[in-house]
């Protein structure tokens, strides 16, 4: 099964495809839903980025993912009109894999790069966020690349033959994630085997190959080169670590999976028609990162609550409010998105109620859902048929729901999913076949739980 080391004790290792069912996460010996509102990936490579205010902060709503990029891509200020943007770090405050040389000239500060050259302060940096991660229980997804959707960011890589004193990287920025030129991809293979080296130990890591490959000219091919660099170098380890791949924005049919991916990404995965749509592949799936819908938290909210309870895996909300002096979250800046207190207070009541349920235990019920009512009102199941059924509803209500429940005795609960306080509750007892539900009166959407009688 891909993602599992052979032989492996449950919860022994780094985090992987629980062994039960393998569209969930095993961590620390318990199945894990990852779900966060995090910064916009730049944790590690800006230094001005204090981490472990970060991580306290995800911790305290009980998140348990962060993204964060390896500093191979990062932004120059204003880009996609993100105010104080941690990919875009200030003058001279980038760090990456790679030293400085002695030779000046890089755009935004500071001497060139040498490509033949690694950095051991940026690796002590890496290391510790990973360290204080693992302490607060946040697994961290770790993006080796991200393509340069335009020419002021290809013009601040340190792979741009104009940054580094190596000579390489002459192409245009669409040929830089391919198999065209040997020299800088011998570059990226070297970096990838030395991040990979450098982590072997690590059980709160996995690795995303590339960040939108869907943009910039990245091939498959070159894909499939660094995920199996990544499965070589491990194999020589004694050790395994997921790997992730970006399939695309909004959904997909996933035709040839590589069988080194054990996540499937997908962005702005709203509905979460892609589920559906690759669910045979067994393997988890993600909604990467959300935004462009708004400022508000109710579509994020929503999109959060839709994907889960389809079957997803990761929900990681884009949140900009993390910023270089305000990593509590509470920045109000402009940008993209949601951002800030609300969306982090609801998607933590997303977290948990998912993790009220034996969700490895359950799978995506069309069947269970018979009728749903007013008009426009939409409705999906996460169940074990006959014991637990974790259920939302899109729309307005009161809602009527007509379930076809096995006989037995049940207890549902209603949850407000914007304050996470119970709207109603219900005793059932049910002679099975087709049973009706009404709600309490709801703006936009609402949680239903439903557990047979003695179940935990």
């Given amino acids: 099964m891909a993602g599992l080391v052979p032989g492996a004790a449950w919860g022994a290792g780094p985090i992987q495809l629980h062994p039960d069912n393998p569209h969930y996460l095993l961590w620390r010996g318990a199945p ?22 970060y991580l306290k902060t995800l911790e305290s709503f009980g998140f348990n993912l962060t993204r964060t990029f390896s500093g191979a891509y990062c932004e120059h200020p204003g880009a996609f009109s993100i105010q104080d943007n941690t990919l875009a770090p200030k003058k001279d405050r980038l760090i ?28 002590k940096r890496l290391r510790d966020f990973l360290d204080e991660a693992k302490k607060r229980g946040v697994v961290v997804e770790l993006v080796l690349f991200c393509p340069f959707y335009r020419d002021e960011m ?14 390489i990287g002459t192409m245009g920025r669409e040929e830089v994630y391919t198999l065209k030129h040997p020299d800088l991809l011998a570059v990226q293979g070297a970096m990838v085997r030395k991040v990979v080296k450098e982590l072997k130990d690590i059980d709160n890591v ?42 695309a924005n909004g959904g997909q ?92 207070e609801q998607l933590a009541i997303l977290k948990k109620f998912i993790s009220g349920f034996d969700f490895v235990r359950m ?52 949850v407000d999913t914007k304050t996470g306080k119970v709207a109603g ?19 936009l959407d609402i949680a239903l739980s439903i557990k047979r009688a003695g179940t935990e």
């Fill in 32 to 53: 894990t839903i990852l779900i966060t509102s995090g910064e916009h990936y730049g944790a590690v490579l800006n230094q001005d980025f204090d981490y472990k205010t």
């Fill in 96 to 123: 990456c894999p790679w030293a400085r040389s002695d030779t000046p000239g890089y755009p935004n500060g500071g001497n060139k790069f040498d490509l033949t050259k690694w950095d051991p302060v940026y690796f």
């Fill in 154 to 167: 290809w013009d601040l890589s340190p792979m741009k033959a104009t940054n580094n004193v190596n000579g």
């Fill in 206 to 247: 996995y690795y995303e190959i590339c960040n939108e490959p869907y943009f910039g000219g990245v091939t498959l091919e070159w894909q499939a080169h660094i995920s199996q660099t990544i499965v070589e170098t491990e194999a020589k380890l004694n050790t395994k670590h997921l790997i992730a791949q970006n399939i």
């Fill in 253 to 344: 049919k996933i035709a040839n999976p590589d069988p080194n991916v054990s996540i499937f990404n997908f962005h702005y995965a709203d509905p979460p028609t892609t589920i559906a749509d690759n669910y045979g592949l067994n393997r988890a799936l993600g909604d990467d990162e959300t935004g462009f819908d708004g400022h508000g938290p109710d579509p994020y909210r929503m999109e959060g609550w839709d994907f889960i309870v389809a079957g997803g895996a990761v929900y990681d909300n884009l949140d900009y409010s993390f910023t270089c002096g305000m990593e509590d979250g509470t920045a109000n800046v402009k940008a993209p998105g949601s951002r800030g207190r609300g969306i982090q």
């Fill in 363 to 414: 799978k995506p019920d069309k069947a269970v859902i018979k009728k749903v009512a007013p008009e426009k009102t939409s409705a999906r199941a996460l169940a074990e048929p006959g014991k637990v059924y974790a259920v939302y509803v899109r729309g307005n209500g009161p809602a009527t729901l007509t379930l076809d429940l096995p006989a037995g005795a049940y207890s549902a609960q209603w």
């Fill in 425 to 443: 509750t219900e005793s059932v007892k049910h002679d099975g076949g087709e049973k009706t539900l009404v709600s309490p009166p709801f703006a």
